[in-house]
């Protein structure tokens, strides 16, 4: 056990992790110039394996890190560590220890996503930056309206995908990252329904940025009739409801970013944007909401650096949209069980280096 | 020691005492770039982003000279003074210009004539993205942008200089002007009303029977009208809005010479700055004496957000005695003290180098603090800033190295990064106004104060532990067998490195915390964010390898100095890559800086640790 310790815990091996961290940081740095933040990101940091020019694999950032833990925290095991000389090292290591386990947590458990609401108007959902749901409404049913939905994982070419409140089977034919709506050049395939009778979807190569990729879906609906079974298409942001009716029910296809519903909703009543004066500078944006609960409204200020936290969500001033038909505030949601970590930690990590500077200083200066 | 310390609170004390100027036209607050400033730096400005410089040298007139001389006389400051400095050569030729003339500076007149045959080509380059523009074609769209503000410049007071002259008996006593004086569009205006009798019976006999009061009316009255054509240039904020105003928007005169109501205010200062110019032109010392007091109650009377007189003053004494140049000029003095005392010997010239680098810290500070007063922020906010602070830095740890050593290696690293330093944010400094106002993210005190400043300082003892690195090189070349000398180098810059990395480590997470705040997340792999943790991951590396063996004394030191690349690429470098959220400001030509210095520290890094091997190798032979 000893020897397992001595051998998982050597500094040596911290010391190669580390460059390779390092490698890894470079490359995801200058990648983000050519793929952009969010797939650099998923390629060089948020993976377990990273394939180097897309044909060697290498450890990613995740193995990497996780190394790093298990040799920091073996470290804490080792006996001739526990001496008051070194009190400060092992609590920066501790602190160190921590800072990794929230990071894990962040990784793992944390979701972001944005909400967008009109001045005047309010919101009680998130969407998220990234994933997509297919949700499917009832909308014949009396007083309520019947969701169905699908998320992202689910959306994978060849997939069936069947519910019980479905009287039909669905069969994702494919599911684009990022596409583009193009008007057919001669009549569509009998088996064509919907606008997919008139356009046609275009995958197209994925942005820089990954908000401006536009997802869409082709799928088919099986079982139903004879007059609805047929390929249905869906774009990320199409302004005409794909809607259909199976069975003497109404259905509405809906294809957007992933909901998340909150147990609150917000209002917002008035979102200003003030400049340094006599320029065009933004000095400061902030929104004056109602975050009303169970009926009860509360007024709050959100602004930059002045972000809303409420039950484990926290609403940051992310950005805004400034239209003829009036202004609109984007705040950005994290919902993360790891946002404590850094700072228990940094506290300890402080703590631990000053009490190793002022143990070592005397004898190094 | 005594003594320095003694003479140390002797020039602590008499600083004050230089600043407490009275009121003049230096001190005329303007608005300009968000935030109220004196009109002795709006001048410099403009003459900087003209003519690269703050004063016109090459005429030895100030900016404020400069400027009045434009406003009085805008005919002559676009004809004759030559305050357009052109260094491109492809920008000269395309501008038809000579590039024979010496010191390639121009007047107004010629590169206007230059730039309006260019306006196919410069509308072009101006209708299209930044990214897509090569260098020649931003120049070029600069000095497009130049030439327009200084017209704007020029006849933005036009309304105010006094360029009409009345010689009628009748008109003089209409319009309340002194004979032989010339007036102001402003003053004429104000008593037009009263003439308009005499105007309404010309206007009803023929031409050939105006009398002589008429035919002078009517050609008052067409100068006015030339006059008003410059209604839009529009530059100089110099009035304070209504009390009714919310938005804290200054104005410039022309603004409120459309016929709105003054508010009493606002007419004080227009009317006082009026004077002051008639003063002028007439070269009436008592009249502009008189003028400036009338300013001065003029501000005193705006209802709110009055400008800070104090700090109008104390701004312009900045811009006056330029402390870091001084600074600057310390720490090169304590360099050459500090050479001559290695030559000749003498423990006192030792004294005033090490004297003399603390007096350039005490300029060097008391610079950032008047600074950190003018804005009312912290320190660090702007690159440039940061360079300053930096410079504080290594300085610092400089002076407490030398004063726990004593043997000089404090003062040369002090001296020489204090200076290389202050040159390189000159160069910055060379680029516009220093004092900027800062985007709504970073409009945050606490955290400018705390994580800004903090990771600054870690990159300033990061410097300082690849200076004592290089130091520790050089040493083991010139005298291989002194193992308890080296002994005591590399004990130094251990701990250095520790201090580095603690702050380094600290500034990162308290930027991550900074970041979960306003942002939402920790950590986002942020090109900025990379920059800084690669110097903790480096000096981690290198405090591992040193406890583990895996590097000797040497190579430790060898680490530490190329930390010094990693340290100079993360502070400068990520604006390259123009991606993220850090990137605040493109800065173009410093790649360039960047590869030279990175190639530098390489050769000598790799040079010493080689050649200090072979010197030790020889040694054991």
């Known amino acids: 056990m000893k020897k397992i310790i001595k051998s998982v815990s050597h500094p040596k091996i911290f010391v190669y992790t580390v460059i390779w961290l390092m490698v890894l940081t470079v490359l995801g740095t200058l990648a983000q110039r050519n793929i952009g933040l969010y797939a650099s990101q998923q390629k060089y940091f948020s993976s377990y394996i990273t394939w180097l020019g897309d044909t060697i694999p290498a450890p990613g950032g995740r193995i990497t890190m996780i190394i790093i833990l298990v040799n920091l925290a073996s470290m804490l095991f080792k006996h001739n560590i526990w001496k008051l000389k070194k009190a400060g090292i092992i609590i920066v290591h501790l602190g160190a220890v921590l800072l990794f386990i929230g990071a894990g947590v962040t990784a793992i458990f944390s979701s972001e996503g944005n909400m967008v609401i009109d001045e005047g108007a309010h919101s009680n959902y998130v969407d998220d930056y990234h994933s997509m749901e297919l949700a499917i409404v009832n909308t014949s049913k009396e007083n309520l309206d019947e969701y169905t939905v699908f998320d992202q994982p689910l959306l994978i070419n060849g997939n069936r995908l069947s519910h019980e409140s479905l009287d039909f089977v669905i069969e994702i034919i494919e599911y684009y990252n990022n596409c583009k709506v193009q008007r057919r050049t001669e009549p569509a395939d009998i088996r064509y329904k919907g606008m997919m009778k008139n356009f046609d979807l275009v995958e197209l190569n994925l942005e820089k940025e990954n908000v401006q990729n536009r997802s869409g879906i082709v799928y088919k609906i099986e079982n139903s009739d004879s007059t609805n079974d047929g390929v249905y298409g869906l774009i990320l942001g199409q302004s005409v409801t794909q809607t259909a009716t199976i069975n003497n029910q109404n259905f509405e296809f809906l294809f957007r970013k992933k909901r998340t519903y909150l147990p609150f909703s917000i209002e917002l009543l008035d979102f200003k944007k003030v400049l340094h004066a006599g320029t065009g500078i933004a000095k400061s944006y902030s929104s004056e909401i109602n975050l009303i609960e169970n009926g009860i409204p509360r007024r709050v200020l959100i602004q930059m650096n002045e972000p809303l936290r409420h039950r484990g969500y926290t609403f940051f001033q992310s950005s805004f949209i400034e239209a003829p038909e009036g202004e609109a505030t984007v705040l950005a949601a994290v919902k993360n069980y790891g946002r404590l970590f850094p700072y228990i930690s940094s506290i300890i990590m402080a703590v631990g280096l000053l009490l190793h500077l002022f143990i070592n200083l005397p004898k190094l200066l | ?621």
């Open chain 2, 1 to 621: 020691m005594k003594f320095s310390f003694r003479f140390l609170m002797a020039f602590l004390l008499t600083l004050p005492m230089v600043n407490g100027k009275e009121f003049d036209e230096r001190h005329f607050p303007i608005q300009e770039g968000g935030r109220i400033k004196p009109l002795d730096t709006f001048a410099r400005n403009q003459l900087l982003a003209f003519y690269g410089k703050r004063s016109v040298k090459h005429e030895g007139l100030s900016a404020m000279d400069w400027i009045f001389n434009l406003i009085l006389d805008p005919e002559k400051g676009q004809e004759v003074t030559k305050v357009f400095n052109i260094r491109s050569p492809e920008v000269v030729a395309s501008l038809g210009l000579a590039w024979t003339n010496n010191d390639h500076k121009y007047v107004f007149n010629e590169v206007f004539s230059g730039l309006q045959a260019q306006f196919g080509l410069i509308s072009e380059i101006h209708s299209r993205k930044d990214e897509t523009r090569i260098s020649f074609e931003r120049q070029l769209l600069e000095i497009y942008f130049n030439a327009t503000r200084f017209r704007e410049i020029a006849y933005s007071l036009s309304c105010l200089v006094p360029a009409v002259s009345v010689n009628d008996p009748i008109l003089i006593e209409k319009l309340n002007s002194i004979p032989g004086k010339r007036v102001s569009y402003a003053h004429l205006i104000k008593y037009i009303p009263l003439i308009s009798e005499i105007y309404r019976n010309m206007m009803e006999k023929s031409e050939e029977e105006w009398s002589n009061t008429e035919k002078e009316l009517i050609k008052i009255l067409l100068e006015l009208q030339k006059i008003s054509s410059n209604e839009t240039a529009q530059a100089l904020k110099l009035i304070p809005p209504s009390h009714l105003d919310k938005t804290g928007t200054w104005l410039s005169p022309w603004e409120l010479m459309d016929g709105r109501s003054h508010e009493p205010h606002q007419d004080k200062i227009l009317i006082a700055l009026e004077k002051y110019l008639a003063g002028r032109y007439e070269g009436d010392k008592d009249k502009m004496m008189s003028a400036i007091e009338d300013y001065r109650v003029g501000i005193l009377s705006i209802p709110n957000a009055k400008p800070d007189m104090y700090l109008l003053k104390k701004e312009t004494w900045v811009n006056e005695v330029n402390l870091f140049y001084t600074s600057v000029a310390f720490y090169l003095l304590a360099f050459i003290l500090l050479g001559f005392s290695r030559m000749i010997q003498p423990k006192w010239l030792k004294i005033i180098s090490y004297v003399s680098l603390i007096l350039g810290l005490v300029y060097h500070t008391y610079g950032i603090y008047l600074r950190m007063v003018i804005m009312g922020r912290p320190p660090v906010s702007t690159l440039y800033e940061s360079i300053i602070f930096v410079g504080f830095t290594v300085v610092v740890f400089a002076v407490v190295i030398e004063y726990l050593r004593r043997d000089g290696l404090g003062l040369f690293i002090g001296s020489v990064s204090g200076t290389i330093l202050h040159y390189v944010s000159f160069g910055y400094a060379a680029d516009g106004d220093t004092l900027g106002m800062l985007v709504a993210v970073l409009n945050s005190n606490f955290w400018l104060a705390t994580h800004v400043t903090t990771i600054t300082l870690g990159y300033g003892a990061s410097l300082v532990a690849g200076f004592v690195g290089h130091l520790y090189l050089i040493q083991a070349i010139r005298e291989p067998h002194n193992s308890s000398s080296l002994k005591d180098i590399h004990k130094n810059l251990f701990g250095i490195t520790l201090i580095a990395l603690f702050l380094a480590l600290f500034g990162t997470i308290l930027g991550g915390i900074w970041a979960d705040q306003s942002w939402g997340r920790f950590w986002g792999w942020d090109p900025k964010e990379n920059g800084a943790l690669l110097i903790v991951l480096w000096q981690l590396m290198m405090v591992h390898m040193r406890l583990t063996g895996l590097a000797k004394p040497a190579g430790f030191a060898l680490g530490m100095i190329m930390n010094n690349i990693v340290v100079v690429i993360a502070w400068f470098g990520v604006n390259l890559l123009n991606v993220g959220l850090h990137s605040y400001g493109f800065t173009s030509g410093v790649a360039l800086n960047l590869a030279l210095f990175a190639a530098l520290e390489l050769i000598t890094g790799f040079g010493t640790y080689y050649w200090a091997q072979s010197r030790k190798e020889r040694l054991i032979v």
